[in-house]
């Protein structure tokens, strides 16, 4: 027979609702109390019932909320395929999604759809901008016990519950490594970034930039651009960049916007002699590499970003459980040999 809440209580001398708050991980329960709650729920083999929970999710109505600038970047793609394959696998929760998609970073449009979305959710995955004005949003939220999941780019300060994603500075480091590997010997460098407004952009450069700083001071940051993650605006930035800065021999690619940073380098007539070393591993990305362009480049699996963020979601709301720690997704080196792997 399944040991049960009551017997719990019990053995421990405490309240059914003691020992519920203790296995639910809810908050206003002695230190002492609830290490003997688990202690006990452990040596009685207790097991949640898991399936009770999923039904009665059911009869909630739970709706999870995602918003994701992913128009007009192709990394998105593969997350928005995680993400639908989790609702997929999980329709049995009977617990609705709806997914909003946003193009650029605008704080002022990210806030709105934040505050529409949340009107009708009892969880919300963010694909965040790094502002105050959302980190605020994000823990006003939590006050009216709508949690939040960062998914691909984290916000500070904002007391979300957890986030996914890679560990971008790690990345950054990553890029930095492989980019001397590549070139052995003195490189300047222009680095393409993304936006400033997203965290883990910064934190990609901060990487890059903090190694070559300690390990290789041949390794010389000549320019930083911005992209805003557009093709269109990737190329004229890189464009200007190069003209100016004739001497630079290498290029990071931080984020989107690797087909116009290739094209202004082909356009140029400057394919021979400069190495890049891109992110991710979308179809651009693969089409540069072959031409010989990009020599490597840093991946962080998006379809997997995507599908567990649904499935912390779900079991959160589904089964009451709480996320430990965040879910970092380990970065992935690719070159020509392996990059359809």
């Known amino acids: 027979m399944a040991v049960t809440i009551k017997e719990i209580a019990q053995v421990c001398h405490v309240s059914r609702g003691t020992v519920d708050r203790v296995l639910?991980?809810?908050?206003?329960?002695?230190?002492?109390?609830?290490?003997?709650?688990?202690?006990?729920?452990?040596?009685?083999?207790y097991r949640p019932n898991t399936t009770a929970k999923a039904l009665a999710a059911r009869k909630?109505?739970?709706?999870?909320?995602?918003?994701?600038?992913?128009?007009?970047?192709?990394f998105y793609q593969e997350v928005l395929k995680?993400?639908?394959?989790?609702?997929?696998?999980?329709?049995?929760?009977?617990?609705q999604v709806l997914i909003q998609t946003m193009k650029g970073y605008s704080i002022e449009k990210q806030l709105n759809a934040i505050e529409k979305m949340s009107e009708k959710v009892q969880f919300l995955i963010l694909n965040g901008i790094n502002d105050e004005k959302v980190a605020e949003k994000i823990r006003y939220l939590k006050s009216r016990k709508i949690p939040t999941?960062?998914?691909?780019?984290?916000?500070?300060?904002?007391?979300?519950?957890?986030?996914?994603?890679?560990?971008?500075?790690?990345?950054?480091?990553?890029?930095?490594?492989?980019?001397?590997?590549?070139?052995?010997?003195?490189?300047?460098?222009?680095?393409?970034t993304g936006s400033i407004k997203i965290l883990g952009?910064?934190?990609?450069?901060?990487?890059?930039?903090?190694?070559?700083?300690?390990?290789?001071?041949?390794?010389?940051i000549v320019d930083i651009i911005e992209?805003?993650?557009?093709?269109?605006?990737?190329?004229?930035?890189?464009?200007?960049?190069?003209?100016?800065?004739?001497?630079?021999?290498?290029?990071?690619?931080?984020?989107?916007?690797?087909?116009?940073?290739c094209r202004a380098v082909q356009d140029l007539q400057r394919k021979e002699d400069i190495f890049i070393?891109?992110?991710?591993?979308?179809?651009?990305?693969?089409?540069?590499?072959k031409k010989g362009l990009i020599k490597a480049t840093i991946c962080q699996q998006p379809w997997t970003q995507g599908y567990q963020a649904i499935i912390i979601a779900?079991?959160?709301?589904?089964?009451?459980?709480?996320?430990?720690?965040?879910?970092?997704?380990?970065?992935?080196?690719?070159i020509s040999e392996n990059i359809e792997d």
């Not at 995680?82 to 617990?95: L, P, R, S, T, V």
């Not at 779900?314 to 690719?334: A, Q, R, S, V």
């Open 60 to 74: 909630k109505n739970y709706a999870i909320g995602v918003i994701i600038n992913s128009e007009g970047i192709e």
């Open 82 to 95: 995680g993400i639908n394959q989790a609702i997929k696998e999980k329709e049995d929760y009977g617990i």
């Open 149 to 192: 999941l960062t998914l691909n780019a984290d916000v500070e300060n904002s007391q979300r519950l957890c986030y996914v994603g890679c560990d971008y500075e790690k990345s950054g480091k990553t890029a930095a490594g492989m980019m001397k590997l590549l070139t052995q010997k003195t490189a300047k460098i222009g680095i393409a």
């Open 24 to 45: 639910n991980h809810r908050k206003g329960v002695k230190k002492e109390t609830k290490e003997l709650v688990e202690k006990t729920a452990e040596m009685l083999g």
């Open 227 to 261: 992209t805003n993650d557009d093709d269109e605006c990737a190329y004229e930035q890189t464009k200007k960049m190069l003209l100016q800065y004739p001497q630079i021999t290498s290029l990071y690619i931080v984020a989107a916007g690797t087909e116009g940073v």
């Open 314 to 334: 779900m079991e959160y709301l589904g089964k009451g459980i709480i996320p430990n720690e965040n879910y970092i997704i380990k970065n992935e080196i690719k």
């Open 201 to 220: 952009h910064n934190q990609r450069v901060h990487g890059f930039m903090k190694l070559c700083k300690k390990k290789y001071p041949d390794m010389e």
């Open 277 to 289: 070393v891109s992110s991710d591993n979308t179809y651009s990305v693969k089409e540069w590499m």
